[in-house]
T-cell receptor
Framework: RKEVEQDPGPFNVPEGATVAFNCTYS??????FFWYRQDCRKEPKLLMS???SGNEDGRFTAQLNRASQYISLLIRDSKLSDSATYLC???????????FGTGTRLKVLA | GAGVSQSPRYKVAKRGQDVALRCDPI?????LFWYQQALGQGPEFLTY????????KSGLPSDRFFAERPEGSVSTLKIQRTQQEDSAVYLC????????????FGPGTRLLVL
C-alpha cells in the first residue's frame, strides 16, 4: 500500500461545477500537507498548504482530518483553466522529503 | 525573480550511455532536492542537499545514480550506464532557509533511454 493514495481519475466535470478530491495518508506521524497542481508536461506548482483548521483561497478550500488521516481539496465554480493534475503531498514529522500521491486528473468541460 | 532552472530540458540517450542533468536553484536557497517522476505517477524523492552537503541519498535507485552540489548552488545529477527503466522526468526543487519550507520546482529534464 502506498503511503499517500489518491484516486487517479479522471474527473470530468462541466464548467461551473463543484468538485472535491480526497487524499489518504498512512503514516500518522505526517506533519505537513500540501496540494500541488501540475499541468501536462509542466512542473508541480504549489496550490495551497493545508492547515488543521482548514483554509480557503478564492474558489479553493482545503481540509485536513488527522483522525481519519485524509486531506481534501474542494474547487467551486470550476473553470476550464482548472484542468490539470492535482498532487497531494505529505511530509513526515521532522523530515523534508515530499511524499507525493499519484495525482488526480481533472478535466473541466465547456 | 528567476525560478529554478534545469538543463537540458530533453535528453535522449542510448542504453549504456552516461548522462548529466543540471539544476540551478533559486538564488539564496540552501536546500535542493531531486525527484524522479515516471509517466502517470507522482514524483519520488531521490536525494537532498543542504548547501553543499548531501544529507540524504536514500532515494537513489542504484549506485549508477550520483548527485553533487560542490559549491552549494548548482547541482548535477549523473546517471551512469543508463537503462531503459531510467526513462522519466527528473525534477529539481529548492527551498529557502530551512528544508521545511515550501519547495519550488524546476521544469524538469525529460530523459528517454533507447
Amino acid at each position: 500500500r502506498k503511503e499517500v493514495e489518491q484516486d487517479p481519475g479522471p474527473f470530468n466535470v462541466p464548467e461551473g461545477a463543484t468538485v472535491a478530491f480526497n487524499c489518504t495518508y498512512s503514516n500518522s506521524a505526517s506533519q505537513s500537507f500540501f496540494w500541488y497542481r501540475q499541468d501536462c508536461r509542466k512542473e508541480p506548482k504549489l496550490l495551497m498548504s493545508v492547515y488543521s483548521s482548514g483554509n480557503e483561497d478564492g474558489r479553493f478550500t482545503a481540509q485536513l482530518n488527522r483522525a481519519s488521516q485524509y486531506i481534501s481539496l474542494l474547487i467551486r465554480d470550476s473553470k476550464l483553466s482548472d484542468s490539470a493534475t492535482y498532487l497531494c503531498v505529505v511530509t513526515r514529522s521532522g523530515t523534508y522529503k515530499y511524499i507525493f500521491g499519484t495525482g488526480t486528473r481533472l478535466k473541466v468541460l465547456a | 525573480g528567476a525560478g529554478v532552472s534545469q538543463s537540458p530540458r530533453y535528453k535522449v540517450a542510448k542504453r549504456g550511455q552516461d548522462v548529466a542533468l543540471r539544476c540551478d536553484p533559486i538564488s539564496g536557497h540552501v536546500s535542493l532536492f531531486w525527484y524522479q517522476q515516471a509517466l502517470g505517477q507522482g514524483p519520488e524523492f531521490l536525494t537532498y542537499f543542504q548547501n553543499e552537503a548531501q544529507l540524504d541519498k536514500s532515494g537513489l535507485p542504484s549506485d549508477r545514480f550520483f548527485a553533487e552540489r560542490p559549491e552549494g548552488s548548482v547541482s548535477t545529477l549523473k546517471i551512469q550506464r543508463t537503462q531503459q527503466e531510467d526513462s522519466a522526468v527528473y525534477l529539481c526543487a529548492s527551498s529557502g532557509k530551512t528544508s521545511m519550507e515550501t519547495q519550488y520546482f524546476g521544469p524538469g529534464t525529460r530523459l528517454l533511454v533507447l
